[in-house]
Every structure is written in C-alpha cells, then in structure tokens.
C-alpha cells in the first residue's frame, strides 16, 4: 500500500473515486430491484410489509412474495480507499447500515395483532411531538405502538408515532441526553385497566419484545397513566433497569444506539418461543412474575411436611359482583370444602393489590371462576395447578377457548370447562323458552360484539348445579399432586 501511495497518490485517488461512484451506481440498481419487489406493499408509509410466516395466519388474502431477494441485496461495499480517517467513517457508516440493513423494511407487521419497527443507527426520540429521528433510514413510517392494530375503538386511544430520517433541510434536534440502551416505545392506551388487556395487549408483548436485552432497555410509554405505571412496576423492574420515561410529557431529546418502536404479538397471553432471541417462552414470562412478586411456588406440589396445611388443596374462587355473578357462591364455598379443599374467595378489581393478589392465586391449587376478566390471574398459578372456566350460557366456548383455555396449555396448566346450562342461568328467567337469545346464540353472535356482550356476559348471572361442579372438582382433584401423594 504505501509504495502505491509514494507510486502515485493522486492516481490511486482517481481510481478510488471510479470506485465509489460504480458501487453507488451497482447498490441504486440493485435498490431500485428491490423496491419494484417489495412496491405492493411498502409503497404508502403507513401500510407496514406483511412477512410470509404471519401472513399465512392472517385472514388477508395477500399476493405471494420471498424474502429472499432482500437478503442477496447485502449492500456492494465501498472499499479501496487511502485516506484513514475516511475509511474509518465509512467502515463505520457501513457496519451501521449492515447492522441495520437498510434493504429490509424498517416497521413491518410483526403479527396480525401488531406492527414493529426496529431501528439502529443514531436514533433520536423526542417525545412532545411523538417523532423518532432514525439515521439511517430509508423513508418515513408511522406506527401506533400498540397490540391491537385492526381494532379501530382501541387504537383511537393510542397516539401515532412518526419514525423520520434525518434531513439535511430539517436537521434533528441535537440530543440532550445520551443512552447506551435501547429505547422501547409502547403505549399505555388502548384497553388498559382492564387486566385481560393489561396483559395480552401490553405486558406480555412488553416481555416479548424486552426481555432479550437483558434489562438494557430503557421504556418511554407514551399515554402513560401513572397509577397503571406503578400497578405494574414491579413487572417493569425485572424487564429494565431504568426508570420509565412519561415520553409524551417529557422536553428532552432522548439519544440511543437502537430503538423498538411498537411490542410485538404472538398469541393470546402467550409468547411463541420459535419467534424470541434466544428461545424464551411463556414459562420465562411466568419465572419473572414469581421473581417481581415473591411468588413462592413454581409447582403445585404439596410440601414435604405432613402437619403442613398446604397439604389440603387450596381453591381460589374469583368472585365478581356485577355481572357473571355466582348466585349460589355460599354454597359451592360449603360444597367445595366438604370435599376437602380449603377454599379461598378473592375478588380482584382494578384497585387489587397486583403483588398481594398474586401471593393468593399462586398458593392456589385449583382456580374457578366465570368467564371474565379475573381469570388472567391464572398467569401467577403454579404449574400443574387446575384452571376451571365457568362459561356462561350462550355459545360462547370460542371466546372461552381464546382468551383462557388456550393460554392454559404453555403455562403448564390443566384446564377444565364447566359450561353453564339453561337450568343454572339467570337469562331463562328474562326470556321466554323460544326467545332466539335461548334458542339460537348465534343469531345474538351476528348482531356483533356490543349485542353478544350486553345479552350474554353484561345481563346474566349464574347459579352453577352443585352436583355438577363438585363432579368438575373431583376431576380437578385427580389432576393435582395431591392426589398422588399419599
Ligand atoms: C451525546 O453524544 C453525542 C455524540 O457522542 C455528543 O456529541 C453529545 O455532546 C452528547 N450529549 C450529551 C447531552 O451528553
């Protein structure tokens, strides 16, 4: 190199310089190959790419499309230069837009329920205006960072997020503090407050989209409600070790070497371990509740102590008051403890003391409750423990399945189903026998939700058979530990 250079420097300049321009030429060509490939769906800003895996699963009927081309469209390195102060500059400029490769989409549909954008580079967050200033990046995005992307009521709840490369006509705004981790934005609207939602919508796509970084990661909520931030802080504590920035009312420009705009999805309360860096499951999710909230038992075994009281099966009923009420709930306590259970009522409401709430559901063998929101607490039972979903009158077993029993089988929980019959619900007393709301469900169903939930979960009430359920709790019984034990 050096005799080259004392050869002719300004010779080995001039060919550097043909260099440069033919590589720029061949990577806006093999640019302009992609973008024609990927034109039908990344052309408006706002309509996120669809990857094949998730497309598959979605309802859409969508035109068939490779990744693969994007991933040959490795960037033609620029090489071949003399000067090392250049070439340091441009080795890093490379390795960052390698690190980010420019020629995949930045924000893209990570699931039929959310879209994600991951950027790295020199990323610039300034919260008041809800705009990201991404270097590098390829075009302009949009995204609300929430879990529920085709619910038009949710996401009017949800502030939209602008991601923006840096331009020279309207340069950033300079940074005023410095992060080494990576920032995560999500939003604390939408459906929160509610548990169910708390957790499928936000927490547990938190924990998807977080828990890889090892707790370098720095949260800005934007919506933030602070008594939902500190419902759950505890559960952010264990995900990062900084403090959670109310982004939306905050004056700085946040600066990170990486952000993830937007958690992603994979199922219902549910984390698909196929799709996580470095394989973490629902399992994980559920380690790091026990660890946030001193939960003691992983499994639901009894102790090894034959005077323990824990050796009699514990049942946690989830009791609720204004609707799905249990009529006869003195009765089934009396019923359930003639069968040797030590029963426990619980009545979680939104001003539930998460850690204390928490402590009860885990030292729970057996949980029984009416269809509703309550039932995400089976999220704290230990494995091997018996989840019992009373589903109310009204062919409502699809709702049942989504939302509580198909969670159940990755959280190592047995599920049971009592469904209650004609005879046990308050409806056979507001209707006649031949009403369609008792004969024909689903004619209720096709009226949509807001029909559906005011006849069948808001208006009805329930008085289980006694007979019946202790049958459904004798089978619980024989799947548990205790059973086997002596
Ligand atoms: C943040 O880092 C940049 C680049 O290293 C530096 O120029 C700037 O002064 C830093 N700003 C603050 C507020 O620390």
């Known amino acids: 190199m050096k005799s080259q ?3 002719s420097r300004t010779e080995a300049k001039r060919v550097g310089n043909v260099t440069i321009i033919l590589a720029i030429f061949l990577s806006l060509c093999v640019l302009s190959i992609i973008k024609s490939h990927f034109a039908p769906y990344a052309v408006k800003s706002d309509e996120p790419v669809v990857f094949e895996e998730e497309r598959k699963e979605s309802l859409k009927i969508e035109k068939e499309e490779t990744k693969e081309t994007a991933e040959t469209a490795d960037s033609a390195a620029i090489e071949d230069e003399d000067d090392e102060a250049e070439t340091e500059t441009k080795a890093k400029a490379e390795a960052q837009a390698q690190a980010v490769d420019l020629s995949k989409p930045t924000c893209y549909e990570s699931s039929r329920r959310s879209d994600t954008c991951e950027a790295a580079g020199d990323v610039r967050v300034q919260g008041r205006t809800q705009t990201v200033y991404i270097q590098p990046l390829a075009q302009e995005w949009k995204i609300k960072p929430y879990c529920r992307k085709h619910d ?51 927490l547990v796509p938190v924990f998807i989209s977080s828990f890889r970084y090892d707790a370098e990661v720095q949260f800005l909520v934007s919506s933030l409600k602070p008594w939902w931030i500190s419902k759950y802080l505890l559960i952010f504590q264990q995900l990062s070790k900084y403090d959670i920035i109310d982004v939306d009312n905050d004056d700085e420009v946040h600066c990170f070497p990486r952000a993830v705009v937007g958690p992603t999805f994979h199922k219902e309360l549910g984390v698909d371990a196929g799709k996580t860096a470095g394989g973490y499951s629902a399992a994980d999710f559920r380690k790091l509740l026990r660890r946030a909230f001193g939960l003691e038992r992983a499994a639901a075994a009894p ?22 009420t249990f009529l006869n709930e003195r009765a089934m306590v009396d019923m359930a403890t003639s ?34 929101a309550g039932l995400t607490n089976m999220v704290f039972l230990p494995a091997g423990a018996v989840l019992i979903q009373i589903v109310p009158f009204g062919g409502l077993e699809w709702l049942a399945r989504g939302t509580f029993q198909e969670p159940a089988k990755d ?26 709301v008792l ?14 939930k005011t006849v069948y979960l808001d208006k009805q009430n329930l008085r289980p058979h006694l007979g019946r359920l202790k049958n459904t709790l004798l089978e619980a019984l024989r799947l548990l530990p205790h059973s086997h034990s002596h």
């Not at 009521?153 to 005023?176: D, G, I, N, Q, Y």
């Not at 959280?411 to 369609?436: A, C, G, V």
């Open 303 to 324: 102790s090894g102590d034959q005077w323990d009281i824990r050796r009699r099966p514990r049942l946690l009923i989830i009791s609720r008051k204004n609707s799905r």
């Open 152 to 202: 038009a009521f949710a996401l009017s709840h949800v502030k939209e997020w602008t991601l923006k490369p840096f331009s020279a006509a309207r340069p950033p705004p300079p940074c005023t503090r410095n992060h080494s981790a990576t920032a995560m934005i999500f939003s604390n609207g939408g459906f929160t407050g509610n548990l169910f939602h708390d957790y499928t919508d936000v």
């Open 5 to 7: 250079r004392n050869f």
């Open 339 to 372: 069968l040797g259970f030590d029963v426990r009522v619980g009545e979680p409401d939104i001003n539930t003391d998460v850690a204390k709430f928490a402590r009860l559901v885990n030292s729970a063998d057996v949980m029984v409750g009416a269809h509703g």
């Open 411 to 436: 959280m190592e929980i047995h599920y049971i189903e009592y469904k209650i019959r004609l005879d046990e619900t308050t409806l056979s007393e507001q209707y006649h026998t031949d009403h369609p």
């Open 439 to 452: 004969k024909d469900p689903f004619s209720v169903h096709k009226q949509g939700w807001d029909a559906l």
